[in-house]
């Protein structure tokens, strides 16, 4: 059951020649491609073929070298990065961290009310960390962990939901549950975008695949981009990952 029942005003997103990259290196170069609204979206590639950095351009936290990229602003974005940022010894319990996914609701003055409150334990409960509100964070195992930062993504009830290996180090039954919540949200009409490394769960799990290889993007179905499940080897192991220098002159 949706925990909110707002419009969803969602645009597809567009990368307009997009490169992307750090100190004038481009990771990934000229990617040209849309991502229609409720889209189920892999990111894949090898070791630092820029599936992070492409995660961080969406989620407008790295500005692009050039190139553009549209249908993002005024869209409420959620994003887990990678091994998410998260001090465990934090005096909070679980309930005050998926709280935070409330923020967009209650503001910096706004008042935390019963009804956030019951908001808050649904979440948990949809993730299945029911009667665990109290919880103080570094009691929780990693898997536990996991949930509850799907619990305030949630909460976030974002149009675009960013993740960055969002099953890395996590037990195989928290991944099935929280790959379910993907498909539900995907079912929401929102558009999810996830880094991963495992290729059969993207071929299981995802309908679309971005992979990065050699700085260049190749978007589509996924059977199409991966070419057939189980495939062997994968599709970049013949062209390992690289970076290109940016010309001053081809980006000014
Ligand atoms: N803050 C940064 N400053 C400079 N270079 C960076 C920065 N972050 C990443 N890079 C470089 O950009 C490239 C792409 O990194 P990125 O983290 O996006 O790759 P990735 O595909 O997510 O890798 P992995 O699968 O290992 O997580 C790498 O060469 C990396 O070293």
């Not at 975008?193 to 290729?199: E, G, I, N």
Request: aromatic residues 4%; glycine residues 8%.
């Amino acid at each position: 059951m949706p925990l909110f029942n707002e419009p969803n005003t969602a645009q597809p997103i567009e990368l307009h020649k997009l490169t992307l990259g750090y100190d004038n290196q481009a990771t990934v170069r000229e990617a040209s491609l849309r991502i229609d609204t409720g889209s189920l979206v892999a990111v894949v590639g090898p070791n630092g073929a820029g599936k992070s950095t492409l995660i961080r351009a969406l989620a407008g936290e790295l500005q692009p070298i050039s190139g553009r990229l549209t249908g993002l602003a005024g869209q409420r974005i959620a994003c887990l990065p990678q091994r998410a940022a998260l001090d465990r010894s934090f005096p909070i319990d679980l309930r005050d961290m998926v709280a935070m996914g409330l923020w967009h609701r209650v503001g910096a003055l706004g008042r935390f009310t019963a009804a956030h409150r019951l908001l808050c334990t649904e979440a948990l409960a949809q993730v299945g960390l029911e009667g665990l509100e109290k919880r103080a964070l570094d009691t929780l195992s990693g898997g536990q962990l996991q949930r509850a930062l799907f619990a305030r993504l949630i909460l976030q009830d974002a149009q675009v939901v960013l993740l960055d290996e969002p099953f890395a180090a996590v037990d195989n039954r928290t991944t099935t549950d929280l790959l379910a919540l993907l498909h539900h949200w995907q079912g929401e009409g929102k558009t999810v975008v996830a880094a991963l490394h495992d290729l059969s769960q993207v071929h299981r799990h995802f309908p679309l695949t971005l992979s990065l290889s050699r700085a260049q993007a190749t978007f589509g179905p996924t059977d199409r981009v991966l070419g057939a499940p189980n495939r062997t080897p994968t599709p970049w192991l013949d062209h390992p990952a690289e970076t290109e220098a940016v010309s001053g002159e081809a980006f000014a």
